[in-house]
């Protein structure tokens, strides 16, 4: 989902969370050389646990991708 603006975002993410029962996982950095991730204060240890599994299998695309297209392309995730 894409929205104008963080304060809209937030709002659908938090009522999505709340409303609909699923788990939120995120936020997400993208485009930078790196996998990263944001953790917030209120970030559960299950959250944690998602966030480092889906950062370690992104690393590890980007790994492969990197070795089979050489060191200077990047993939677009």
Known sequence: MV????ESSNIAY??????GKIEVVGPFL???RRSA???QRTTTVEGIVHSCVLTA???QFIKVYR???GPGNN???
């Not at 929205?3 to 963080?6: A, H, R, S, T």
């Not at 938090?14 to 409303?19: A, E």
């Open 14 to 19: 938090k009522l999505l969370q709340q409303i």
């Open 57 to 59: 299998l992104e690393a």
């Open 75 to 77: 993939p677009t995730l």
């Open 67 to 69: 070795e089979k297209n």
């Open 3 to 6: 929205f104008p603006n963080l």
């Open 30 to 32: 993208m485009g930078v």
């Open 37 to 39: 991730n944001v953790l």
